[in-house]
C-alpha cells in the first residue's frame, strides 16, 4: 500500500506565507512526478505545480513567482512554499505522486487566505 499525508495547511491573511508538506510512505518504489493540485468550492481541480524526479519544476501561470515546489528525494517529500498569499488562493490542496505503480492522491489539506 502506498499512502500520501498532507500537512502544512491553515488560516492565513493576505500576504502571508505557509508551507506545505506531503510525504508519501509504503511500497513506493521510484517516484517519477510529485504534484500540487488545489480546488476551490464549485470549481475544478487545477494543476498548481509539478517537480519531477530529475528535477525540473513547472508552474501554473496564476502561482508563478508567489509559490516554489521542492522535493527530497530521499525522503520522498514534496513541499510547496506559498507567498505573498491571496484570498484567490483559498483551497483545498492535494498532493498528486505518479510512481511507478500508479498514481496516489492525498487527502486534502485546507488553505484559506482571509483577514
Known amino acids: 500500500q502506498v499512502h500520501l499525508v498532507e500537512s502544512g495547511g491553515g488560516l492565513v491573511q493576505p500576504g502571508g506565507s505557509l508551507k506545505l508538506s506531503c510525504v508519501a510512505s509504503g511500497n513506493i518504489g521510484s517516484i517519477n512526478v510529485m504534484r500540487w493540485y488545489r480546488q476551490a468550492p464549485g470549481k475544478q481541480r487545477d494543476l498548481v505545480a509539478a517537480a519531477s524526479s530529475g528535477g525540473s519544476t513547472n508552474y501554473a501561470n496564476f502561482v508563478k513567482g508567489r509559490f516554489t515546489i521542492s522535493r527530497d528525494n530521499v525522503a520522498n517529500t514534496v513541499y510547496l512554499q506559498m507567498n505573498s498569499l491571496k484570498p484567490e488562493d483559498t483551497a483545498v490542496y492535494y498532493c498528486?505522486?505518479?510512481?511507478?505503480?500508479?498514481?496516489?492522491w492525498g487527502q486534502g489539506t485546507q488553505v484559506t487566505v482571509s483577514s
Open positions: 498528486n505522486v505518479l510512481y511507478n505503480g500508479g498514481s496516489m
